[in-house]
Nanobody
Framework: QAQLVESGGGLVQAGGSLRLSCAASGRTFSNYAMGWFRQAPGQERESVARITWDGGRTYYADSVKGRFTISRNNAKTTLYLQMNSLKPEDTALYFC?????????????????WGQGTQVTVSS
């Protein structure tokens, strides 16, 4: 059974850092494009960062560019999101997702595997 499991969320003060991890199993996720999305209460799910299957290209939302870094370790089948200089507006439920088609765009509907999410709360 294909599974993505996020971890690393928590409560942090503004200006702090967190590192999210997403452990993948049950599929050859090392061949899939992957990404991080987030959803705040009452808002739509939005793309945060995406990465190609080999880690060769990365893409970021303007709101996190320069503060967040997406990376992957295909040997460990793990996806990461290093989040620095966190702001209260980064507060959301963060999801990792995988696209077996290699899609690296921002549309959530083109990612066919999803984790359950990990909560990130940034206090001011």
């Amino acid at each position: 059974q294909a599974q993505l499991v996020e971890s690393g969320g928590g409560l942090v003060q503004a200006g702090g850092s967190l590192r999210l991890s997403c452990a993948a199993s049950g599929r050859t996720f090392s061949n899939y494009a992957m990404g991080w999305f987030r959803q705040a209460p009452g808002q739509e799910r939005e793309s945060v960062a995406r990465i190609t299957w080999d880690g060769g290209r990365t893409y970021y939302a303007d709101s996190v560019k320069g503060r967040f870094t997406i990376s992957r370790n295909n040997a460990k089948t793990t996806l990461y999101l290093q989040m620095n200089s966190l702001k209260p507006e980064d507060t959301a439920l963060y999801f990792c997702a995988a696209s077996s088609w290699g899609y690296t765009g921002i549309s959530a509907s083109n990612y066919n595997y999803w984790g359950q999410g990990t909560q990130v709360t940034v206090s001011s």
